[in-house]
């Protein structure tokens, strides 16, 4: 049992397109980062590196990483783009701790030592995976106790309910997760690669088609040549990696989408979306855009997978489209699988979750689907915390009042537990 | 033991007064509240109070436990009663709140032994008396 009377526990919740991390009991995540890093591999650059001031890079074997919105931010030759996720699964251990190390190094500017960790974990993560993290956090980290919590568990909790559908629609994909008395129903999970970063994809290929060039920030100078008056300058570096220029397009994708997207009330199609009033956008390097039937296409591809094959450039993702359900289908599947005494309760209590999900008018659009598509006695109802904070960070909030309540300090995984049963004893602990 | 559990303790008043209402049938419903990393009970009502007693003993927006004592008739007219265990966490209570109340309700159900439905509601419709009285049957 961990018995500290002082407890500043440590919250993280690491997605797969910005890892969260704050101080537990606070309202909102004090750090929130982008979950992918720059590499540069050392053989290539090397006499370039030691002259470059730079506090943020950690040296890793034989590549340098960067972490951090800033760090990613600043572009550097031969820099790839790296993520630690697929497919919500960790797979490069090496990303994972430095995006740690920046995190409590860094950003919370914490001792790992001396603070109990809580980390929200996806709802399919594997045994191994658990294990592997309790190794590092007690190993590497010498942190004093650990918790894995459950991302779906922390949301539901989150919204006042031991049981839920838990539909969480984040950066690489949206899980849809049954959750019953604090218990995820782990065979009902169902799951698809559609996030909010192939809409994003969607929405850039789908501009390019129409001629409009998204320029990353770093690849051209606007000077204001008289007051209110600016001329843009475009710059060369020709050892930017492609992996470096598609990330930082896709950060002004990204924030096209947030800003004009939303979720149309009937099935996308383009004869009835052709005569919409278009909307404005002013790009970083000055050019203003006008968006019109793309605003709702891509939230559409959420509900409705096979569009992709419809834009031009996403013929990378056609296995995607043809595979993957949509959100409507994939809720009421997940709902069939679970025991029948539970579906009604699941379908009154549908919780969305997620950076996507703060789409507009997603909630309104799937309780309309869910509605004709459910069975009749069925009382559907989605509910979204009204607060967009808490919206998008409910993992993340969930895990932080946890973590802060007296009395859930007996249940953390001691680091002396550990010593004692070995890492395996996490399964027992945090089932 | 759930996931991500509060282990938030329970007063013994709790589980006695639940025991009376089970055994000797005195009281019509029991409230309870956590308070001080317990659970505690809250309110009590007499056996003759009714179902829109018990709601308006709620609050409107903080969390809840309760229990209440639903006798009905059956449609082969038989008299029945059956125990409602109800979690109550209003939309518009505060996200602390429906965290620790969440968190801590597996634990706490299992201390009340006898129960025969269990219903979560986040607004009052959710716990009317036409979805008990489905849920009795």
Redesign the interface.
């Known amino acids: 049992m961990y018995g500290g009377d002082e407890v500043s526990a440590i919250v993280v919740d690491l997605g797969s397109h910005t890892c969260k991390a704050g101080y537990a009991g606070e309202d909102a995540p004090k750090a929130v980062f982008p979950s992918v890093i720059g590499s540069i591999d050392q053989m290539e650059v090397d006499e370039n590196d030691n002259s470059e001031k730079n506090s943020e890079p950690k040296s890793k074997g034989k590549r340098k990483l960067y972490v951090g919105s800033s760090a990613m931010g600043y572009r550097r030759d031969h820099m790839e783009v790296l993520s630690s996720i697929k497919d919500g699964i960790v797979t490069d251990w090496d990303i994972v701790e430095s995006i740690w190390d920046h995190a409590f190094r860094e950003c919370l500017l914490v001792d790992p030592k001396e603070h109990p960790m809580l980390l929200a974990e996806p709802s399919s993560n594997t045994q191994q995976q658990r294990e592997k993290a309790a190794e590092l956090m007690f190993e590497k980290y010498q942190a004093p106790a650990l918790?894995l919590?459950?991302n779906a568990?922390?949301t539901?909790?989150?919204?006042?309910?031991?049981?839920s559908l838990v539909v969480d629609s984040g950066g690489g994909s949206t899980i849809v997760a049954p959750v019953h008395?604090?218990?995820?129903l782990q065979k009902a999970v169902s799951a698809s690669p559609i996030g909010g970063e192939l809409l994003t994809d969607c929405l850039m290929k789908s501009l390019e088609s129409k001629g409009v060039k998204i320029r990353p920030r770093y690849s051209f100078k606007r000077k204001e040549v008289r007051p209110g008056e600016f001329q843009t300058v475009d710059l060369d570096f020709p050892n930017t990696t492609e992996s470096y220029r598609l990330y930082c397009q896709r950060v002004i994708a990204s924030d096209i989408k947030e800003c004009v997207c939303r979720a149309p009330d009937t099935p996308y199609d383009d004869t009835s979306y052709s005569n919409i009033p278009m909307t404005a956008y002013e790009l970083p390097d000055g050019q203003t855009i006008e968006i019109g039937s793309d605003r709702f296409k891509t939230p559409d591809v959420l509900f409705n997978p096979s569009l992709i094959k419809t834009i031009p450039g996403m013929e990378g993702s056609v296995d995607i489209a043809s595979s993957a359900r949509g959100l409507p289908q994939m809720v009421i599947e997940s709902i069939n699988k679970c025991d029948v005494d539970i579906r009604r309760?699941l379908f009154?209590?549908i919780l969305l979750a997620g950076g996507t999900a703060s789409m507009q008018q997603l909630k309104e659009r799937l309780e309309k689907d869910l509605l004709e598509e459910s069975p009749q006695a069925a009382r559907v109802k989605v509910?979204a915390s009204g607060n967009s904070t808490?919206r998008r960070f409910s993992v993340w909030?969930?895990g932080s009042?946890?973590a802060s309540?007296?009395?859930?300090?007996?249940?953390w995984f001691s680091k002396s537990e550990y010593e004692e049963h070995g890492s395996s004893y996490i399964q027992r602990k945090?089932? | 033991?759930?996931?991500?559990?509060?282990?938030?303790?329970v007063d013994d008043e709790c589980k006695l007064k639940f025991l009376e209402l089970k055994s000797k049938r005195n009281y019509r419903f029991i409230t309870f509240k956590i308070e001080q990393?317990?659970v505690i009970v809250d309110k009590i009502g007499s056996p003759d109070e009714n179902y829109e007693d018990f709601t308006n003993s709620l609050p409107r927006d903080e969390?809840r436990y309760a229990v209440f004592d639903f006798d009905f008739i059956t449609d082969e007219n038989c008299q029945k009663s059956k125990i409602f265990f109800i979690?109550w966490?209003?939309?518009t209570?505060k996200?602390?709140?429906?965290?620790?109340?969440?968190?801590?309700?597996?634990r706490f159900k299992r201390e009340l032994d006898g129960i025969q439905v269990e219903l979560?509601a986040?607004d009052p419709s959710?716990m009317s008396f036409d979805i008990v009285k489905s849920r009795a049957l």
């Open positions: 918790f919590a459950k568990v922390l539901s909790f989150a919204s006042g309910r031991a049981t008395d604090g218990y995820v309760e009154s209590s509910l808490e909030i969930g009042i946890l309540l007296g009395s859930f300090q007996q249940m945090c089932p | 033991m759930a996931n991500a559990a509060s282990g938030m303790a990393q317990q969390c979690a966490a209003p939309d209570a996200v602390r709140a429906k965290m620790v109340y969440a968190s801590s309700k597996d979560q986040t959710e």
